[in-house]
């Protein structure tokens, strides 16, 4: 499977986060983000155009995670995917919230080319994408209580975002 050059990230859905919180990728990790930490592993990588699934509500905090000059779009709107999953460029998908770590196994992360999801996800209406690879790399965060249970891991680790000592 190529390098993915996108990246689609998947919030919640708005019913599901109790009003005055969060989705967990606007939770933050070490003072920051879950999305700004994610978001920045992937421009490492070469990934350079972003996409985030939420509401209207989240839409300016998650791209307020990514650095300036990166192409990122935030909407709920299908005809906005639809137009950002029009290529044939490899597109990783994050179904939810993850920390960018090594050893983390393949596992709910995977990656197709853009036309293989609307494919998949318009024509078949599933989510069984079968030109999708499993990407390995990515933790799944299910709670605030994962995330506290990883910062000791990244502090140890020294983890930094660019521009932080």
Sequence with gaps: MPVPQRALFFFEEDAAIPAGEKPLALQPVLSRP??????????????GTFFVVCSPRFAAEAKACFPEGAVVSASE?????????DTEETVLVLPRAAVPLEEAGPGFAYAA????????WKDRMTNNVQEAELVSGW???????????????????????????
């Design 139 to 165: 933790l799944p965060l299910f709670g605030p209580e994962t995330i506290a249970e990883l910062e000791p891991l990244f502090r140890q680790r020294g983890f930094a975002l660019p521009g932080e000592a």
């Design 113 to 120: 080319s853009g036309h293989a999801l609307q494919r998949a």
């Design 77 to 85: 709107q299908h005809n906005d995917l639809a137009d950002f999953l």
């Design 34 to 47: 879950v999305l700004e930490w994610m978001c920045h592993s992937l421009l490492r990588k070469g990934v």
